[in-house]
C-alpha cells in the first residue's frame, strides 16, 4: 500500500488527481495540502512515501518547500505549463506530469515509484534520525537532486554549508556538520574530524597516522584523517 | 538618380559660375584701371574666366567619375584622407594646366598678353633713355665702372622682365614666379573646398539613408513582435483551466459547460487578434469577464472582483486582449502569489481629456530586472497605436495594491 500526499493550492486540481488516483487499489490518499508549509507539516507528520507536488504554490513553491524538508518522500512533480519548471524536470531528470493528467502517464510514474528498492519504501519512520534508506532533497543553483544517504560517501563543511560527495557530484547545504551529526544514524555516518563526517561503508583503506591518528582512503579517492580522539573511539566501533 | 545628377549640375554650374563672376566683380572694383579700362585686358579676363569656367568643371566632373568608381565612400578615414590629399593634388594640376594651356594655343593668355606688352613697354623704355641702337646692355664687359648703364638694364629687366642679353636679343625672365606658385595654390584650395563640400554631402546623405533605413526596419521588426505578441497565448492558463474543467464535469457539470465556452471564447479572441486593430470597450470588457470567471473557478474564494465601469466609456477603442493582459498580470503576480489571495479591480472613466482605464490587485509591487512580456507588449501597442500620446504606468497606491493604468487620449 502506498501512502499519498496531495499538495497543490487549487481544490479542483486535487479533487481532479483523488479522481484519477482512486483507479489505483494499492494507491491510498492520506492527506492533502494547499501550501507548501502545511505540505511540510502534513509529510512530517503522516510520513507518507509518495507526494503529488504542484510547483506554481503561492507563498514558497513547490522547489523551496522541499529544500526545508529533512528527508524527501518520493516526489513526483505535477505543472500545468511552465517552461521553466519543465527545463528544471528534464535537466535534472525528475519525475513530472502536466495537467491535465493523462491516467496512463499516472500509471508509468506510479510503476517508476514501486520499482524502486522495497528497503527504500520501508523507511525508518522514526523522527529525526536519517538512515542510509532514506533520500533528501538538494538544490545547488540551476541543479536538484533526490539524493539516497547511502551514496553519500563524505560530507565536508564550508563555513557554515557542508559539501556532500556523492558520484562525481558536490553539491552544497545550508547545514552545518554537528547538526548533521545529530541527525545521520551514528553506525554509518562517523564525525572523522572536525571538518569532516565520512560513510563507513564507503572506506576502501585504512592506515594508520600521526600522532596515534588515522588516515582512511574513501572509494571516491578522497583521503581523510580521523584525528586521535577519533580514532580512539573508531577503533571501538569496529572491534569485534 | 537622375535627381540627383541635375541636382549635381546645378550646383556645379551655379557654384563655378558665381566663383567666376565673384573673380568679375573683384577685377572691377579692386583692380579697374588695370583691368577694365584697357579693353584688351578686359576681353582677355572674361576669356580666362571663361576657360577656367569650363576647366573646372571638367576637371572636378572627372574627379566626381573616377571617386565613384573607386567607391570612396566606403573607404575608412584614413584611406579617404590619402584620396583627398591625392585628388587634390591630381584635379588641381589638371585644372590649373589644362586653363592655361588653352589659353596659350587659343591666344587668350593674359599672361602672354603682359609679356607683350612688357615688351614694348621695354623698348619704349629703351628709346626714351636713348640707349636703342647703342649696346649698353655690354655694360659690365665694357665698363665695369660705369654704373649708369647697368643700373638701366637692371630698371629694365626689374619693370618689365625683359632685358638684352649678351648676343644683343631680347629675353625674358618673369619677375613673379611669386604670381606662379600663388596661382596654382590658390587652385589646389579651390578643388580641396570643393571636394570637401562634395565629401561632407555624401557623409552626411548616407548617415540621413541609414537611420532611414534603420527606423523602416525597426518598424518592420516592431509589426512582426506585434503580430507574435497578439497571438501569444498563455498556456500556464489553459491547461490549468482544461484541469479544472475536467474535474467540475462530475463536481458540476453546469458549471463546466459554462467554463468551456468562457474558454473557447477567450481562445477564438486570440486567435482573431490579429486582425483588428482596435475593438469596442465593451467586447474586451465580456471577454475579460470570461476570462475571470474561470480564473475564479480556479481560485475559488482567492479571487474576488470588483468592477467600476462608466457606461460611456462603453464604446471606447482599445487594442484587443490588452485589458485582458493587465488582468492576467493582476493575477499572475498579485492574487496567485497570496495564500489567501485578494482582490482584482477594474476601472474604466474620463477625465477631462483622456479616457483611462485602471486594474487594482491586492499585492506588492516587485521590483523586476527586466520588464515582462505582458508589459512590453503593452507599452508597444500602445505607442503603435496612440503614437506616444498614451502612456501605461504601474505603480504601488494605498501601501498594499498594485495599480496598473492606461491613459489614453480621446479622438
Given amino acids: ?240 | 538618380m537622375e535627381k540627383t545628377t541635375a541636382r549635381y549640375w546645378l550646383c556645379q554650374i551655379f557654384g563655378w559660375g558665381g566663383w567666376a563672376l565673384l573673380n568679375l566683380s573683384f577685377f572691377y572694383f579692386f583692380l579697374h584701371d588695370v583691368y577694365w579700362k584697357a579693353g584688351r585686358r578686359r576681353d582677355l579676363l572674361f576669356a580666362i574666366l571663361i576657360i577656367q569656367f569650363f576647366w573646372y568643371i571638367a576637371a572636378t566632373h572627372l574627379l566626381r567619375f573616377s571617386l565613384k568608381k573607386l567607391g570612396w565612400l566606403k573607404f575608412p578615414t584614413n584611406k579617404a584622407i590619402g584620396l583627398f590629399v591625392i585628388s587634390v593634388g591630381i584635379t588641381g594640376l589638371l585644372a590649373y594646366y589644362g586653363a592655361k594651356t588653352t589659353a596659350l594655343v587659343s591666344g587668350t593668355s593674359l599672361v602672354q598678353y603682359e609679356k607683350k606688352q612688357n615688351l614694348e613697354q621695354a623698348i619704349t623704355t629703351e628709346k626714351s633713355l636713348g640707349l636703342s641702337g647703342t649696346n649698353y646692355f655690354l655694360a659690365d664687359k665694357n665698363n665695369p665702372k660705369d654704373s649708369s648703364n647697368y643700373a638701366a638694364i637692371t630698371n629694365i629687366k626689374k619693370n618689365t622682365g625683359w632685358y638684352r642679353n649678351n648676343a644683343g636679343k631680347w629675353s625674358y625672365e618673369d619677375q613673379s614666379r611669386g604670381r606662379f606658385w600663388w596661382d596654382l595654390i590658390f587652385t589646389f584650395i579651390l578643388i580641396a573646398l570643393w571636394l570637401l563640400l562634395y565629401m561632407v554631402w555624401h557623409y552626411l546623405e548616407r548617415n540621413r539613408k541609414d537611420e532611414l533605413n534603420r527606423v523602416r526596419l525597426e518598424k518592420t521588426v516592431k509589426e512582426l513582435e506585434l503580430k507574435t505578441i497578439k497571438s501569444h497565448i498563455n498556456p500556464h492558463f489553459i491547461f490549468n483551466s482544461l484541469n479544472s474543467i475536467r474535474a467540475l464535469i462530475d463536481e458540476n457539470p453546469k458549471r463546466a459547460r459554462t467554463a468551456i465556452t468562457e474558454l473557447s471564447n477567450i481562445l477564438r479572441s486570440s486567435l482573431q487578434v490579429e486582425k483588428m486593430e482596435t475593438v469596442p470597450l465593451k467586447k474586451e470588457l465580456d471577454l475579460v469577464k470570461d476570462y475571470l470567471a474561470l480564473e475564479q473557478m480556479r481560485f475559488e474564494e482567492r479571487l474576488k472582483v470588483e468592477m467600476d465601469i462608466d457606461e460611456d466609456t462603453l464604446e471606447q477603442p482599445v487594442p484587443p486582449m490588452m485589458l485582458q493582459t493587465l488582468v492576467e498580470n493582476a493575477i499572475k503576480h498579485g492574487i496567485s502569489k497570496r495564500i489567501n489571495g485578494g482582490v482584482v479591480k477594474i476601472i474604466s472613466k474620463f477625465t477631462g481629456k483622456n479616457f483611462e482605464l485602471i486594474v487594482q490587485n491586492t499585492g506588492n509591487l516587485e521590483p523586476a530586472p527586466t520588464e515582462g512580456f505582458g508589459f512590453k507588449s503593452t507599452r508597444d501597442r500602445l505607442q503603435f497605436l496612440f503614437d506616444g500620446n498614451a502612456y501605461f504606468k504601474v505603480e504601488e497606491v494605498n501601501g498594499s495594491q498594485v495599480q496598473s493604468k492606461i491613459v489614453m487620449p480621446l479622438k
Fill in chain 1, 1 to 240: 500500500m502506498l501512502k499519498v500526499i496531495l499538495i497543490d493550492d487549487e481544490r479542483l486540481a486535487r479533487n481532479e488527481l483523488k479522481r484519477l488516483l482512486q483507479e489505483f487499489p494499492d494507491i491510498e490518499v492520506i492527506g492533502e495540502a494547499t501550501n507548501a508549509d502545511e505540505g511540510i507539516e502534513k509529510i512530517e507528520t503522516l510520513n507518507p512515501d509518495v507526494i503529488f507536488l504542484d510547483v506554481q504554490m503561492p507563498g514558497k513553491n513547490g522547489f523551496e518547500m522541499l529544500t526545508e524538508l529533512e528527508k524527501s518522500p518520493h516526489v513526483i512533480f505535477v505543472t500545468a505549463y511552465d517552461e521553466f519548471a519543465l527545463k528544471a524536470f528534464d535537466v535534472n531528470a525528475l519525475d513530472y506530469l502536466m495537467k491535465p493528467v493523462e491516467p496512463k502517464r499516472l500509471a508509468d510514474a506510479i510503476l517508476k515509484v514501486k520499482q524502486k528498492d522495497e528497503e527504500d519504501l520501508l523507511s525508518y519512520n522514526s523522527r529525526g534520525v536519517l538512515s542510509e534508506h532514506d533520500q533528501v532533497f538538494v538544490k545547488d543553483g540551476e541543479r536538484c537532486w533526490f539524493i539516497k544517504l547511502s551514496e553519500v560517501r563524505l560530507f565536508e563543511s564550508v563555513g557554515n554549508y557542508a559539501k556532500v560527495f556523492f558520484g562525481t557530484n558536490k553539491p552544497l547545504i545550508l547545514k552545518s556538520l554537528n547538526a548533521l551529526e545529530e541527525k545521520l544514524d551514528d553506525k554509518v555516518f562517523f564525525r572523522a574530524n572536525r571538518k569532516h563526517i565520512i560513510n563507513l561503508r564507503m572506506i576502501e583503506k585504512i592506515e594508520t597516522y600521526f600522532n596515534g591518528g588515522l588516515l582512511v582512503d574513501l572509494i571516491g579517492g578522497e583521503k581523510i584523517e580521523v584525528s586521535r580522539r577519533q580514532a580512539v573511539k573508531f577503533k571501538e566501533m569496529m572491534s569485534l
